[in-house]
């Protein structure tokens, strides 16, 4: 409730700067011009293919560095040696901002959905092998020995020692790598003109359509919080045995 607050806040602010003078309107119109510049999108087939085509590239693009994520995670996190010796490798490649792969991803793809899928899958996929690599580093040694000295199989160990451990790591990174995922599609519409709510902003803006501007953006904003929730929300149901998230939930 008190975040509706901050939002009604905005919104007012955003209205009122213009309105007294304050802002040219040519660079921020008001909230209600921008409001009805929305209202005017949403009734055309346009704005909701854009809608679609962002969604996809989002979601396979995030299918992607989850599964890929996951599987390397544990395979490196499970071995020692490999994890010592990838450590250096996996430090060197995370920092690498996926804009850097912009040219290279124009130059294997042009404007089609593989330019947006390479740089959201090589971003989303860093958030995902991190946290699994910090939730397999995290199982207890004596609840692993004590499956080595039960004969369970490395299959089994993964799956009754390991994998309950490192559960609510992979949540949070699936969780930070949707929002990763969302960003980087948007950006690669914009910079690179793949089809989506990004491509769609940088027309806008050329045409000189400020107020359809902004009602991009708002959507690119709203999409990211309905992420953001629905990320949260089925984390919460899935991890409702763990302990974590009952003290959340209590509190």
Do not use: C
């Not at 008001?30 to 085509?53: C, H, M, N």
Request: glycine fraction near 10%; hydrophobic fraction near 55%; charged fraction near 10%.
């Amino acid at each position: 409730m008190k975040g509706l607050y901050g939002l009604a806040g905005l919104l007012l602010l955003v209205e009122a700067l213009p309105r007294l003078g304050l802002v040219d309107d040519g660079y921020l119109p008001p909230a209600t011009r921008i409001a009805a510049a929305l209202g005017d999108e949403v009734v055309t087939a346009g704005f909701w293919q854009a809608v679609g085509d962002t969604l996809t590239g989002w979601a396979i693009g995030l299918a992607i560095a989850v599964v890929a994520g996951v599987v390397i995670g544990v395979g490196i996190g499970a071995v020692p040696v490999l994890r010592a010796a990838t450590a250096s490798t996996v430090e060197f490649l995370r920092p690498i901002p996926s804009v850097a792969l912009i040219p290279l991803a124009v130059l294997l793809y042009g404007t089609d959905l593989g330019s947006t899928l390479l740089l959201v899958v090589y971003a989303a996929f860093w958030q995902v092998l991190v946290q699994v690599l910090y939730g397999v580093a995290d199982v207890d040694p004596i609840a692993e020995e004590t499956a080595r000295s039960f004969r369970l199989g490395a299959w089994a160990r993964i799956r009754n020692v390991l994998w309950p451990t490192a559960l609510p790591y992979v949540f949070t990174g699936v969780r930070l790598a949707a929002s990763v995922a969302l960003v980087l599609a948007v950006t690669a519409e914009l910079v690179i003109g793949a089809p989506g709510l990004g491509k769609m902003i940088a027309v806008a803006q050329t045409s000189g359509a400020v107020p359809d501007m902004y009602a991009l953006i708002a959507v690119t904003g709203l999409l990211g919080v309905a992420i953001n929730l629905a990320a949260r929300l089925f984390e919460r149901r899935t991890l409702a045995w763990h302990q974590s998230v009952r003290g959340e939930v209590a509190s």
